[in-house]
């Protein structure tokens, strides 16, 4: 099918690009991650593992800092702490989710914007608003990246999002302002949304439900990207009914294979920035 | 008519709890607001008229300084320092618009969020989006407050916005998505404008475009929110035609007496609000 985004393909490309950025360092440090975990969560170890291998495939040096599972609120604070203050490391993730115990905002506030690569910080999601950085949240980046590989036109485009959370719908929504896009931010409460739904040229569903987009949702000129990551009966599966909807729109993202690899490429491409901002 | 919203009516009504809680202040140090203006900008001249006179009218100390057309990025940093260590200052603005030499987005990130009035600065706008405070930009606060106080719902409600602008059009759509309404965000670009505003159930213009909003962009329930502030051969007009789509929609801002009021009462109220947090 011509129709289908490869996130693979695209992710591939960028990787390729930052593996031959990195290899031609010479005489200075090369650029580092910081993996911070708390606890051993199955999806957190498998997320972390791929994010290990795709820096590791580049040349990128990284850190996997693993912490146990009761670990306290100062005690995580003091480990990014050390972690901001480390010159060797450009970037810190904090992989989530975080245990209870534990108040993910004040964590994300903590890291340095300079050394913040998922862009999470209240600091980086402003900049991201006010369109002062190229530094966006790994998610949202990749799916701008796949939309301008394929050309597809944002100026004056109805974008749909489904979904609003802090790591993907609303920065991609200000993001997508920001670039010109009419853009419709739907939630669990939204009225008609089949309706609103239909009438996008771009629709982006980070619902984080399967099965949600049915052909009632789309037309045939609508560009749809799954950023849905769903477990059903232990096959992972995106929000769009793919063999329902697929065959009919003008540009689809799979899942596996779409949104989810260029999160990592994306993700290891803010670590690289970082590390020429810092350098 | 009953259908109008009067800002010039809350905005009084929150004046008055401010001066309540302000002269019961004893044997501490009262709230002060540090206004900065470059230059001598007529329209800012006026709008810091406003605040000034408002300040003194609820027993809020106030510092006015008002700096050469041609100072220096480095020397009006410097002026912002001075302010963010002045412990006695709890809030602090500088007027826009800030002449060409003058970067506004650093002067806006230099101010420490714990004295950011206005809530343009990163940090600020960044927790606004993650919904982790509650101090908003003034004109997005006094909106919000004007649609609670007539009890308009905005859960599920679609709430469309046009303009995109950093002070208005972006943290007002981040806070109404916070807030579960569905959001359409449209700007100069945007296709089928009218088609979009007359399904809203609110409709905010901030497009700074005079009689923009006719009654091709309205239904009977619509509520509309007037944020433009136009000067017409002298007179001060928003972007509605008022006289044409007052009689017809459920709720309608006048302007003047609208959103304009509202702003500097919310500015102010953001000043206590730092007080309190910074006492």
Redesign the interface.
């Known amino acids: 099918m011509s129709n289908i985004i490869s996130g693979k393909e695209l992710s591939n490309i960028i990787l390729d690009g930052l593996k031959n950025k990195i290899s031609k360092i010479k005489e200075k440090r090369l650029p580092k991650i910081a993996i911070v975990q708390v606890g051993d969560n199955s999806a957190s170890n498998k997320y972390i593992k791929h994010k290990i291998k795709g820096a590791n495939n580049i040349g990128m040096l990284n850190e996997y800092i693993k912490l146990k599972e009761d670990i306290t609120q100062s005690e995580l604070e003091l480990q990014i702490k050390k972690l901001n203050e480390d010159t060797s490391v450009d970037g810190i993730i904090v992989q989530l989710p975080l245990p209870k115990q534990i108040n993910a905002?004040t964590i994300n506030s903590l890291i340095y914007p300079s050394k913040d690569a998922d862009g999470f910080?209240?600091?980086?999601?402003?900049?991201v608003?006010?369109n002062?950085t190229d530094i966006y949240p790994a998610t949202p980046s990749g799916i701008i990246k796949l939309l301008e590989w394929k050309n597809i036109n944002l100026?004056?485009s109805?974008v749909v999002i489904i979904g609003?959370s802090?790591i993907v719908?609303?920065?991609l929504?200000?993001i997508l302002?920001?670039k010109?896009a009419?853009?419709?931010?739907?939630?669990t409460?939204?009225?008609n949304l089949e309706e609103?739904a239909t009438n996008a040229d771009i629709l982006i569903s980070a619902a984080g439900s399967a099965n949600l987009i049915n052909k009632n949702f789309i037309n045939k000129n609508t560009v749809v990207i799954d950023v849905g990551a769903n477990f059903i009966d232990g096959h992972y599966c995106g929000d769009v009914n793919f063999s329902e909807v697929g065959e009919i729109v003008k540009y689809i993202t799979p899942v596996p294979g779409g949104v989810g690899p260029m999160t990592i490429a994306c993700l290891l491409e803010n670590v690289y920035k970082l590390y020429l901002k810092n350098n």
């Open positions: 905002n910080n209240p600091t980086t999601i402003g900049n608003v006010l002062n100026v004056g109805n609003r802090n719908g609303k920065p929504a200000n302002i920001n010109s009419t853009v419709t931010i739907c939630n409460k939204t009225r609103i």
